[in-house]
Nanobody, 114 residues
Framework: QVQLVESGGGLVQAGGSLRLSCAGS????????MAWYRQAPGKQRELVAT???????NYADSVKGRFTISRDNAKNTGYLQMNSLKPEDTAVYYC????????WGQGTQVTVSS
């Protein structure tokens, strides 16, 4: 069974950077796509970025040019590098493995102050 644990969230000032990590199990990112989602209070969970098993990436328009999704298969770890952070990026960020169905991590809080 896929197990995912996010880390790296915190409070940063607008314009700052943060890197989120997603620790997985058993070579899951070699055989599953990885995605990052986020959810702010009172809002629906939204897709932020994806990376396929072949390495192709896609981003939500709101984060293009600022966020970078990546993975290290040898470490079974995925990442979301977030630069030029804005207050509207404030949310709980979730890692997901997408293959046969979807498996979620527990989430990590990102708060961006003005």
């Amino acid at each position: 069974q896929v197990q995912l644990v996010e880390s790296g969230g915190g409070l940063v000032q607008a314009g700052g950077s943060l890197r989120l990590s997603c620790a997985g199990s058993g070579s899951i990112f070699s055989i599953n796509a990885m995605a990052w989602y986020r959810q702010a209070p009172g809002k629906q969970r939204e897709l932020v970025a994806t990376i396929t098993t072949s390495g192709s990436t896609n981003y939500a328009d709101s984060v293009k040019g600022r966020f970078t999704i990546s993975r290290d298969n040898a470490k079974n770890t995925g990442y979301l590098q977030m630069n030029s952070l804005k207050p509207e990026d404030t949310a709980v960020y979730y890692c997901a493995a997408v293959g046969v169905g979807i498996k979620w991590g527990q989430g990590t809080q990102v708060t961006v102050s003005s």
